[in-house]
Protein backbone atom coordinates (compact mmCIF):
# COMPACT_ATOMS: atom_id res chain seq x y z
CA UNK A 1 0.00 0.00 0.00
CA UNK A 2 1.48 3.97 -1.00
CA UNK A 3 -0.08 6.76 0.50
CA UNK A 4 1.47 9.93 -1.09
CA UNK A 5 3.76 6.97 -3.00
CA UNK A 6 5.16 6.05 0.06
CA UNK A 7 5.41 2.17 0.79
CA UNK A 8 4.09 1.45 4.10
CA UNK A 9 4.07 -2.30 3.81
CA UNK A 10 6.97 -3.03 5.33
CA UNK A 11 6.32 -0.58 8.79
CA UNK A 12 2.86 -2.57 8.88
CA UNK A 13 4.69 -6.00 8.50
CA UNK A 14 7.59 -4.44 11.00
CA UNK A 15 4.56 -3.34 13.16
CA UNK A 16 3.11 -6.74 13.33
CA UNK A 17 6.93 -8.13 13.83
CA UNK A 18 6.43 -5.97 17.09
CA UNK A 19 2.99 -6.96 18.46
CA UNK A 20 4.08 -10.43 17.86
CA UNK A 21 7.15 -10.10 20.11
CA UNK A 22 5.61 -8.52 23.00
CA UNK A 23 2.97 -11.25 23.02
CA UNK A 24 6.05 -13.74 22.71
CA UNK A 25 7.93 -11.36 26.14
CA UNK A 26 4.58 -11.76 27.81
CA UNK A 27 4.56 -15.37 27.77
CA UNK A 28 7.67 -16.11 27.93
CA UNK A 29 7.62 -13.86 31.23
CA UNK A 30 4.66 -15.53 32.51
CA UNK A 31 5.96 -19.14 31.67
CA UNK A 32 9.01 -17.98 34.01
CA UNK A 33 6.68 -16.88 36.69
CA UNK A 34 4.59 -19.78 36.72
CA UNK A 35 8.17 -22.18 36.89
CA UNK A 36 9.63 -19.36 39.52
CA UNK A 37 5.88 -19.89 41.79
CA UNK A 38 6.24 -23.96 41.15
CA UNK A 39 9.58 -24.29 42.31
CA UNK A 40 8.56 -22.03 45.15
CA UNK A 41 5.81 -24.37 46.39
CA UNK A 42 7.17 -27.27 45.40
CA UNK A 43 9.62 -27.17 47.54
CA UNK A 44 7.62 -25.57 50.79
CA UNK A 45 5.79 -28.80 49.96
CA UNK A 46 8.61 -30.65 49.74
CA UNK A 47 9.67 -29.23 53.33
CA UNK A 48 6.53 -29.76 55.26
CA UNK A 49 6.19 -33.38 54.04
CA UNK A 50 9.49 -34.77 54.43
CA UNK A 51 9.13 -36.44 57.56
CA UNK A 52 5.93 -38.19 56.71
CA UNK A 53 4.76 -41.50 54.67
CA UNK A 54 3.36 -38.92 52.38
CA UNK A 55 4.75 -38.00 48.86
CA UNK A 56 4.84 -34.56 46.81
CA UNK A 57 5.26 -35.27 43.28
CA UNK A 58 6.72 -32.87 40.94
CA UNK A 59 4.63 -30.42 40.14
CA UNK A 60 2.50 -30.32 36.49
CA UNK A 61 2.62 -26.83 34.64
CA UNK A 62 0.25 -27.01 31.49
CA UNK A 63 0.85 -23.03 30.28
CA UNK A 64 -0.11 -20.27 33.11
CA UNK A 65 -1.51 -22.97 35.29
CA UNK A 66 0.42 -25.16 38.03
CA UNK A 67 -0.45 -28.15 39.60
CA UNK A 68 1.48 -30.14 42.85
CA UNK A 69 -0.04 -33.30 44.94
CA UNK A 70 1.24 -34.21 47.94
CA UNK A 71 -0.22 -38.03 48.25
CA UNK A 72 -1.41 -40.75 50.13
CA UNK A 73 -3.56 -42.98 52.17
CA UNK A 74 -5.51 -41.12 54.75
CA UNK A 75 -3.47 -37.61 54.17
CA UNK A 76 -7.05 -35.80 54.69
CA UNK A 77 -6.91 -37.25 58.07
CA UNK A 78 -3.64 -36.03 58.63
CA UNK A 79 -4.19 -32.38 57.18
CA UNK A 80 -7.75 -32.03 58.88
CA UNK A 81 -7.63 -34.04 62.13
CA UNK A 82 -9.65 -37.09 63.12
CA UNK A 83 -12.04 -37.11 66.39
CA UNK A 84 -14.09 -35.07 68.40
CA UNK A 85 -10.98 -33.29 70.03
CA UNK A 86 -9.33 -32.23 66.94
CA UNK A 87 -12.86 -29.85 66.26
CA UNK A 88 -11.11 -26.61 65.67
CA UNK A 89 -7.85 -27.63 65.55
CA UNK A 90 -7.43 -27.23 61.38
CA UNK A 91 -6.73 -22.98 60.82
CA UNK A 92 -8.50 -23.28 57.64
CA UNK A 93 -11.48 -24.40 56.39
CA UNK A 94 -12.44 -28.16 56.24
CA UNK A 95 -13.80 -29.46 52.82
CA UNK A 96 -17.63 -28.88 52.79
CA UNK A 97 -18.75 -31.22 50.13
CA UNK A 98 -20.07 -35.14 51.14
CA UNK A 99 -17.15 -37.55 51.88
CA UNK A 100 -17.69 -41.57 51.73
CA UNK A 101 -15.25 -44.05 53.30
CA UNK A 102 -15.58 -47.52 54.86
CA UNK A 103 -15.45 -47.92 58.64
CA UNK A 104 -15.72 -51.57 59.89
CA UNK A 105 -16.82 -52.72 56.41
CA UNK A 106 -19.68 -49.97 56.49
CA UNK A 107 -19.59 -47.35 53.91
CA UNK A 108 -19.85 -44.49 55.70
CA UNK A 109 -21.39 -41.13 54.20
CA UNK A 110 -21.30 -37.46 55.70
CA UNK A 111 -22.18 -33.91 54.19
CA UNK A 112 -18.95 -32.38 54.62
CA UNK A 113 -15.48 -32.78 56.69
CA UNK A 114 -16.65 -34.18 60.08
CA UNK A 115 -14.81 -35.12 63.01
CA UNK A 116 -16.93 -37.66 65.21
CA UNK A 117 -20.00 -39.28 62.46
CA UNK A 118 -22.93 -40.48 63.25
CA UNK A 119 -22.50 -44.30 62.93
CA UNK A 120 -24.32 -45.71 59.59
CA UNK A 121 -23.96 -49.44 59.66
CA UNK A 122 -24.90 -53.13 62.07
CA UNK A 123 -24.89 -51.21 65.61
CA UNK A 124 -22.94 -54.25 67.07
CA UNK A 125 -20.34 -53.57 64.77
CA UNK A 126 -19.83 -49.94 65.73
CA UNK A 127 -16.04 -49.38 66.62
CA UNK A 128 -17.23 -45.61 68.40
CA UNK A 129 -16.97 -46.02 71.45
CA UNK A 130 -16.24 -44.49 75.38
CA UNK A 131 -13.54 -45.71 77.31
CA UNK A 132 -12.90 -44.12 80.62
CA UNK A 133 -15.01 -40.93 79.48
CA UNK A 134 -13.14 -40.54 76.33
CA UNK A 135 -14.69 -40.53 72.99
CA UNK A 136 -13.21 -42.65 70.27
CA UNK A 137 -13.57 -45.47 68.28
CA UNK A 138 -11.71 -49.38 68.09
CA UNK A 139 -9.55 -50.42 65.01
CA UNK A 140 -7.11 -53.06 64.27
CA UNK A 141 -4.41 -50.33 63.61
CA UNK A 142 -1.77 -49.91 66.72
CA UNK A 143 -0.89 -46.76 65.78
CA UNK A 144 -1.28 -44.22 68.09
CA UNK A 145 -3.31 -46.47 70.29
CA UNK A 146 -4.23 -45.52 73.57
CA UNK A 147 -6.01 -48.56 75.07
CA UNK A 148 -6.01 -52.21 73.75
CA UNK A 149 -9.52 -54.49 74.01
CA UNK A 150 -9.52 -57.96 72.53
CA UNK A 151 -7.14 -57.15 69.46
CA UNK A 152 -7.98 -53.82 68.99
CA UNK A 153 -6.63 -50.96 69.46
CA UNK A 154 -8.83 -47.60 70.80
CA UNK A 155 -8.08 -44.24 69.19
CA UNK A 156 -9.38 -40.74 70.44
CA UNK A 157 -8.10 -39.06 66.73
CA UNK A 158 -5.38 -36.69 66.31
CA UNK A 159 -5.26 -32.89 66.33
CA UNK A 160 -5.07 -31.35 62.13
CA UNK A 161 -1.39 -31.07 61.28
CA UNK A 162 -1.91 -28.03 59.01
CA UNK A 163 0.94 -29.12 56.70
CA UNK A 164 -0.66 -27.98 53.63
CA UNK A 165 -2.05 -25.01 55.14
CA UNK A 166 0.88 -23.99 56.39
CA UNK A 167 2.85 -24.83 53.12
CA UNK A 168 0.67 -22.62 51.23
CA UNK A 169 0.75 -19.64 53.98
CA UNK A 170 4.38 -19.72 53.37
CA UNK A 171 4.59 -19.97 49.52
CA UNK A 172 2.33 -16.92 49.49
CA UNK A 173 4.82 -15.26 51.97
CA UNK A 174 8.00 -16.24 50.08
CA UNK A 175 6.34 -14.89 46.49
CA UNK A 176 5.69 -11.53 47.84
CA UNK A 177 9.07 -11.70 48.81
CA UNK A 178 10.40 -12.50 45.48
CA UNK A 179 8.28 -10.38 43.32
Known sequence: MAVNNIDLSGIKHFNKFLKKTLKTNQDDKKNEKIEKISAIAYKELSI??????????????????????????DIAFDEFGTGIYAKGTYKGEVPQQPISFISAGYQQIVPKWTYYYTWQGNPLLNPKAEVNG??????????????????????????????????????????KENK
Not at 48 to 73: D, L, R, W
Not at 149 to 162: D, I, L, P, R, V
Open 48 to 73: AYSSTVFKVQPPEINGTKCTIYAKGK
Open 134 to 175: VLGWFTTNPNGAHWRNEGKTFHKGQNASNRFYNAVQKIKKDI
